[in-house]
Nanobody, 124 residues
Framework: QVQLVESGGGLVQAGGSLRLSCAASGRTFSYVAVGWFRQAPGKERSFVATINSSGTLTSYADSLKGRFTISRDNGKNTVYLQMNTLKPEDTAVYYC?????????????????WGQGTQVTVSS
């Protein structure tokens, strides 16, 4: 059974930074792709970033390129999302996700496991 536990969310002023972490249980973490999605109030869950098993390939939502960076530490079974120059429109619940293969998770249909989410609020 895989469990994903996010941490690092909170309240930050516009222009600030946050680093989200997601710790995974289980033995398959280092063999599969992982990623982040977010969901703002009244909106659908949307893709943020994803990374392959070895950390050598990443993909980002076009609007977030240059501000967000995804990384992983397979020794710690943890994936990170560094968020810089945050904007009020980045306010959302951020969800960690893990797949069942090394296919990058760019859509919710490619996700197998989800965390409970962590709230990020950016004030103007």
């Amino acid at each position: 059974q895989v469990q994903l536990v996010e941490s690092g969310g909170g309240l930050v002023q516009a222009g600030g930074s946050l680093r989200l972490s997601c710790a995974a249980s289980g033995r398959t973490f280092s063999y599969v792709a992982v990623g982040w999605f977010r969901q703002a109030p009244g909106k659908e869950r949307s893709f943020v970033a994803t990374i392959n098993s070895s950390g050598t390939l990443t993909s980002y939502a076009d609007s977030l390129k240059g501000r967000f960076t995804i990384s992983r530490d397979n020794g710690k079974n943890t994936v990170y999302l560094q968020m810089n120059t945050l904007k009020p429109e980045d306010t959302a619940v951020y969800y960690c996700t893990m797949g069942s293969s090394n296919l990058l998770i760019t859509t919710t249909s490619r996700a197998t496991y989800w965390g409970q989410g962590t709230q990020v609020t950016v004030s103007s």
